[in-house]
């Protein structure tokens, strides 16, 4: 249709060429395609997602309840304190909920080497040589280090080359073992349960090229797609333009 | 258990957090051999700059139009590849895990909205500046001017985050405090835009790219490599990083891989860095979806990005180069993840402490024990990053200044050298006021930049849009439009400053949730053309030139 026919109304919607229309049409299909890829993909993630413990929360709950009951064993404590380190070795945690974990993890201690002073006043030591070095070789340091390592690792039950018993003298604190306030308890099923607890499904699960599938779809997947739409729309434009006779 | 109260040793506790960490050690002073590689690379974009520099205003504004499409489209990276992409997503993702994916796929999903809805149709209109375009479709000298204003305003806010992650590489690299990186670094990217004008800087923004680009997979080819992963490949090979991340590494017996400072290369399961919207982190679904989404719209408004398609000589080339400038961006935005996921590890010893998000990039570097000079490269590449964005922005805003403001507005007979001196005085001002708003150190460097984008998702992208693709949309309706996303616009960005200054407003956390100042462009991009089409349907139609022009012009 002639425009001036139509005092050169048009919209995106309502072309007045044959070109105009062909470009709708490109642009619509293009569109949809990049909204359903983005979007569409990131709510069937969520729709189909559930929230899965890490084996470190069943650990710990099932060695809660007889903490919690005040009959723990020596098993409990160490269960506890086992999966209370794999939340500390994630450093991503928040202040006051590391804070807590620590309280946790050293009054487990403290309970596991039977209240021994001696033991405290290891760790006390080492807090000590810490709290003063600037430089974390610090020879005097790294052997205090080391001589806790496998003590912890003795009392929480791991091995010492597990990646736990290496942060856990970093975690036990010597001033927060004797005391875990009401609050805390209260607060500590909610918190590991926040930090180890995910949102999985089949997407997140299943490895493309190494990567979580959803991942590789999002990092890698995706721009390759972007890079694909424009590629296709440049080609199309140059092949209508052609068609129609169109300069630029 | 024994459930006593002893306030003493909760007191006594903090004494122990100033125990060592290797945070120190990695930051460190001044370094020689990352300084003769910065200072180096910074007297090659001067030189270049120099050589290339504006003659006149064409050349200032838009670079002669003598500019191929993979030229351009290399500019466009360089351009675009800010301290945001370099700096800013990895510390994202280092972060906040799949959250930060969010930016990735907002930072160049919007480059198909772009393309498919605007760059060939602006290339056609021919227009210098987004001020131009938004002053001659709507038929308004004061739409033209208030173009001009959110012009200036996004590029400020965009290159506050700059200035930051300049600041930042600066310190770095040469050990002094951030305020004074901060202002040393602004210092000379401001003095090379003013030199070189928008010729050298797209001549630059070449040479940028290349040095951003290789700065980039230089460590990561290397870091692949040494803690065995596949290297030829490392935006493929970093896969198993992110699987071992979620699955926890034990420590390796035969190989004894370490990181710098001599810790394991182990970690314990952490799944939250890369499952959706972990409760971990904090973020949600609703995040995730909100951030992509105002980054894409942000993307094809701003005025900067807009602007690279005047350089171009025909409507085929701006299309083009958006097909290359994306792939080049790519190139980068596959690698940064990488860096993310090997930080995660590198870093995961209680030990290494607290280390500027920000400066994860350098950091995982120095962590995976690279040779300092490669690491050195990389903050270069960092510097390089923020300078071709900063020097594009400002001349993007010192034109909407001068030739929208000034020359079209207030002094039409302004000569052209007058246009450039103020264009020049423009620069200066804007590079003082994001010189002071970067000290402040409000939030990450992508979060800062993310900003600039919904505020342009919800001014520019509106007027843009309907303004191209509909001649029914009016003065009237773009003014209503302007005020609606301009409005939310305040509010996000009122609450955000409040927050950081500790003041709590009515329906605060309600605001800052559904209206975050890195997102708020979902709501109020969509608001704004709704207005937009209303209004323009209540009110006289455009005039039949301009939908004559459009018809005949641009889309024919």
Same mark, same amino acid.
């Given at each position: ?248 | ?93 280092? !972060? ?38 938004? !002053? ?48 040393? !670094? ?95 982190? !904090? ?11 105002? @980054? ?58 607290? @280390? ?98 919904? @505020? ?101």
């Amino acid at each position: 249709m002639d425009p001036s026919k139509n005092d050169y109304h048009f919209s995106f919607f309502k072309p007045t060429t044959e070109s105009a229309r062909h470009n709708r049409n490109m642009v619509v299909q293009l569109v949809s395609i990049w909204a359903v890829a983005i979007f569409g993909f990131q709510i069937i993630l969520k729709i189909i997602e559930k929230p899965v413990p890490e084996p470190a929360l069943t650990l710990f709950e099932s060695s809660w309840i007889a903490i919690e009951a005040g009959t723990p064993s020596a098993i409990d404590y160490q269960g506890a304190g086992q999966a209370v380190l794999s939340v500390l070795g994630k450093i991503a945690i928040k202040a006051d909920d590391k804070l807590l974990l620590e309280n946790a993890l050293s009054t487990f201690a403290w309970q596991l080497s039977d209240q021994n002073d001696e033991f405290k006043s290891t760790v006390s030591a080492f807090e000590e040589i810490a709290a003063s070095i600037t430089d974390i070789s610090d020879e005097t340091y790294v052997t205090k280090k080391n001589e806790l390592i496998p003590v912890l690792a003795g009392l929480f039950g791991l091995n010492e080359l597990d990646v736990r018993s290496k942060i856990a003298p970093l975690e036990v604190k010597s001033s927060l073992m004797e005391s875990f306030e009401d609050s805390g308890m209260d607060r500590m099923v909610e918190t590991m349960g926040l930090y180890l607890t995910h949102n999985r499904s089949v997407l997140t699960d299943t490895k493309f090229l190494g990567f979580p599938f959803h991942y590789f779809y999002t990092a890698v997947f995706l721009l390759i797609l972007f890079i694909g739409l424009c590629w296709l729309y440049c080609i199309r434009t140059d092949m209508f333009n052609k068609k129609y006779g169109i300069e630029d | 258990m024994k459930k006593i109260l002893l306030p003493a040793a909760l007191l006594a506790f903090p004494r122990l957090l100033h125990a060592a960490t290797a945070a120190t050690s990695l930051e460190g002073g001044f370094k020689v051999g990352p300084a003769i590689i910065l200072i180096t690379i910074l007297i090659l974009f001067v030189l270049v700059g120099i050589i290339f520099r504006a003659k006149d205003t064409t050349d200032f504004y838009a670079a002669g139009r003598g500019i191929s499409k993979v030229g351009s489209g290399m500019a466009i990276a360089s351009n675009w590849m800010s301290a945001a992409s370099f700096l800013g997503m990895a510390a994202l993702m280092y !972060g906040s895990g799949y959250h930060g994916l969010a930016y990735v796929v907002g930072w160049t999903g919007g480059y198909v909205l772009l393309l498919i809805l605007m760059a060939g149709q602006i290339r056609k209109y021919g227009k210098y500046t987004a001020a131009d375009f938004i !002053g001659d479709r709507y038929y308004s000298s004061t739409l033209r001017a208030v173009g001009a204003i959110i012009a200036i305003l996004i590029s400020i806010s965009y290159c506050v985050g700059q200035f930051g992650g300049i600041g930042l590489m600066f310190k770095w690299v040469l050990g002094i405090e951030y305020s004074w990186a901060v202002i040393i !670094g602004g210092t000379v990217v401001l003095t090379y835009t003013l030199i070189s004008g928008m010729l050298g800087v797209t001549k630059n923004m070449q040479i940028q790219y290349v040095i951003i680009i290789i700065s980039f997979l230089i460590p990561l080819f290397i870091l692949t490599a040494k803690f065995d992963y596949f290297w030829l490949l490392p935006q493929i090979g970093y896969g198993s990083v992110v699987s071992d991340a979620i699955s926890g590494l034990p420590i390796n017996e035969t190989k004894a891989l370490v990181n710098s400072l001599g810790h394991d290369y182990a970690i314990v399961p952490v799944p939250e860095y890369a499952m959706p919207w972990d409760p971990a982190t !904090g973020k949600s679904f609703f995040q995730w979806i909100a951030i992509a989404f105002s @980054l894409m719209i942000g993307t094809a408004g701003l005025p900067h990005v807009i602007q690279r398609f005047y350089v171009v000589p025909k409507a085929r080339d701006a299309r083009w180069s958006v097909v290359w400038g994306l792939f080049f961006i790519s190139i980068l935005y596959w690698s940064a993840p990488a860096y993310a996921a090997f930080g995660k590890i590198l870093s995961a010893h209680p030990e290494v402490g607290a @280390l500027a998000k920000d400066a994860i990039v350098v950091y995982t570097a120095q962590l995976g024990n690279i040779h300092p000079l490669i690491v050195g490269l990389l903050a270069a590449g960092g510097v390089s990053a923020a300078f071709s964005t900063v020097s594009g922005l400002l001349v993007a805003g010192s034109s909407a200044f001068a030739h929208d403001l000034y020359f079209k507005v207030i002094n039409p007979k302004a000569s052209p050298q007058k246009q450039l001196l103020y264009a020049r005085l423009a620069t200066i001002l804007m590079a003082i006021i994001v010189t002071l708003i970067a000290l402040k150190n409000f939030a990450l460097i992508g979060q800062l930049v993310a900003v600039a984008f919904s @505020l342009a998702g919800c001014t520019i992208f509106p007027l843009f849009l309907l303004g191209i693709w509909w001649s029914g949309s009016n003065k009237a309706g773009a003014i209503a439009g302007l005020i609606t996303g301009g409005s939310v616009s305040l509010i996000a960005i009122t609450y955000f400053i409040a927050g950081k200054s500790g003041l709590t407003l009515p329906a605060h956390d309600f605001i800052s949730y559904w209206l975050e100042a890195w997102y708020f462009a979902w709501f109020g991009a969509p608001l704004a053309i709704i207005v937009h089409i209303i209004v323009s349907k209540m009110t006289k139609e455009t005039p039949i030139e301009i939908r004559k022009f459009l018809v005949e012009q641009v889309h024919s």
